[in-house]
């Protein structure tokens, strides 16, 4: 077990990591305290991109947006933070090709593509790269 733990704190001695960290992490925890505040919307989401179970992915889904935020922001685990931020990133890129816009409510709007295709790319490089110098894990 303390291998698996070492591999996930594992990181660099990068500076430059914190920006991907940043770039990933605020948005997530926007978006996943989003989710939580207003079921309603994300159900109409859930259902309309047919992802399974929507009852259980209700809470489920926008509690492991803020938790991998957090993981992110401060940099503690921060790969399986990057790779629980990369697989709700994936389900919202699924769901962007399969939504129309149209069917939403006008008060509801679908953030551009560019934001999942983003935060996808920087949790990517944060499993790939580790959390950097200025992160929890390096201070361990």
Known sequence: MNDLIKIFRKTNDSK??????????????????????DLGSFRLILEGAGIPLPDVNLVIAPVVEVTAGVLLLVGLFARAGGLA??????????SHAVINPATLPETMAMPPLILPLVLLASA????????????????V
């Open 16 to 37: 430059v990591t914190i920006a991907p960290r940043l770039i990933a992490a605020l948005p997530l925890i926007v978006i996943g305290i989003g989710h939580l505040v």
């Open 85 to 94: 931020a990369a697989s709700t990133m994936v389900v919202a890129l699924y």
């Open 124 to 139: 990517l490089w944060v499993v790939y790269a580790g959390a950097g110098r200025w992160s929890m894990d390096s201070k």
